[in-house]
């Protein structure tokens, strides 16, 4: 019986001390500091060219708990810090490799140096420190220690120059030199820098030619580029005539074409190479009997220049029930690349995005697609 009664005393005990750390609250701590360990070799020259990684060691700030912490590094040329860089990329554990290219990269702002020729080329002390910050929490980041790096050389490092992810047209026909109301182009499904768009370039109200530039972003910000920083394709010289006008490109042919910019890169220069193509786009798949090529009698009715941009274009009616597709053709990219559907009256091009959903078509339907107001509709 003893027994018994000394095990159920013991679970009633255990009960209790359970539900005592229920009660019990985690109190968040603003840490004061913590420390960063002086690395092993700090002593040696770090040459950043040839560094690979550089390893860097801590201890978590004393939270009240054991948190998740995010670590970041920064970097100085003196030790109060009264100027520093923040190094790309941050870290979740205590030991971390960070690579040499980024805090050369770093280097290259801490000093300032706009062109090789400012950039130090002998080792010099370089001073460290970490950041430490906890996701979804109110607390201010915390500070650790500073640690001097005594010869580190650095180097004229530069960011890799990406292609742009976007592309506008502007002009007198497109969005009156307005940028707010400039065409946005459609990137090329797996063409990095490569864009395309059904640009109506007829005439203005005055019966002036339409003259147009393009930029990747949407400002007069010193990168748009005219007619004197492209090269133009055979095709698109015999078919648009464009030429130059003060800067512009002018068209000397008025007319609706599939507007196609592609930029490749010179060294770290962008190259831009402009192509007009023919108005032609298709209807495939379910909706046509499920026949995938560009058909010609598949082939949408360009609007008449005298309707202005803002007509439609019309397909041939669908020949069964199904999935629509349609698109546009530039060469060298399957159809898909350049696909496009209607969702709720608004036009979506595919672009660089995945599978469409699927919109359902009848027999005797057809597609109506309004390129400069990018909407549409099935009826």
């Known amino acids: 019986m003893k027994k018994i009664y000394g095990f159920t005393f013991f679970l009633i005990s255990l009960l209790f001390m359970v539900g005592c750390q229920e009660d ?47 670590y970041s590094v920064q970097l100085s040329l003196t030790k109060n810090f009264t100027e520093f860089v923040d190094v790309p990329g941050s870290y979740n554990k ?33 001073f460290v420190r970490l950041a430490a910050t906890i996701d979804d929490s109110r607390l201010a980041p915390v500070y650790s220690n500073v640690i001097e790096l005594p010869r580190v050389k650095g180097y004229f490092a530069l960011e890799p120059v990406q292609l742009p992810e976007e592309m506008y047209i502007i002009g007198n026909v497109a969005g009156n030199w307005d940028w707010n109301n400039a065409t946005e182009m459609v990137p090329v499904y797996g063409a990095p820098g490569k864009f395309w768009y059904m640009q109506y370039l007829g005439q203005t109200d005055g019966g002036d030619n339409a003259q147009i530039k393009f930029n990747y972003a949407k400002a007069w ?8 920083q492209v090269t133009f394709g055979d095709e698109s010289v015999t078919l648009a005539a464009p030429s130059d006008e003060g800067g512009n490109i002018k068209i000397g042919n008025p007319g609706w074409y599939i507007v196609v910019v592609t930029t490749s890169l010179d060294g770290r220069d962008y190259k831009f190479k402009v192509d007009f193509l023919k108005p032609e786009a298709y209807i495939k798949g379910q909706i046509i009997g499920d026949k995938w090529d560009n058909l010609a009698e598949f082939k949408f009715a360009v609007p008449d220049l005298s309707l202005g941009a803002d007509a439609d274009f019309v397909s041939p009616a669908f020949t069964n029930d199904g999935e629509i597709r349609a698109n546009i053709q530039l060469p060298g990219q399957e159809w898909w690349h350049t696909e496009f559907l209607v969702f709720d009256g608004v036009l979506v091009p595919r672009g660089t995005g995945g599978d469409q959903d699927r919109i359902q078509g009848k027999a005797g339907q057809r597609l109506y697609i309004n390129f400069t107001k990018r909407t549409g509709k099935i009826e």
């Open 221 to 228: 910000n010193g990168n748009e580029f005219g007619h004197g």
């Open 24 to 70: 019990e609250k985690i109190v968040l701590q603003q840490p004061d500091s913590f420390v960063l360990n002086v690395p092993k070799y700090s002593s040696a020259v770090y040459d950043l060219k040839t560094a690979g990684l550089v390893e860097f060691s801590t201890n978590q700030p004393n939270y009240g708990f054991t948190a998740a912490t995010i």
């Open 94 to 126: 205590v030991r971390f490799y960070v690579p040499a290219e980024d805090i050369a990269l770093a280097l290259v702002a801490l000093h300032k140096a706009e062109v090789e020729e400012d950039y130090p080329t002998d080792p010099h002390p370089l």
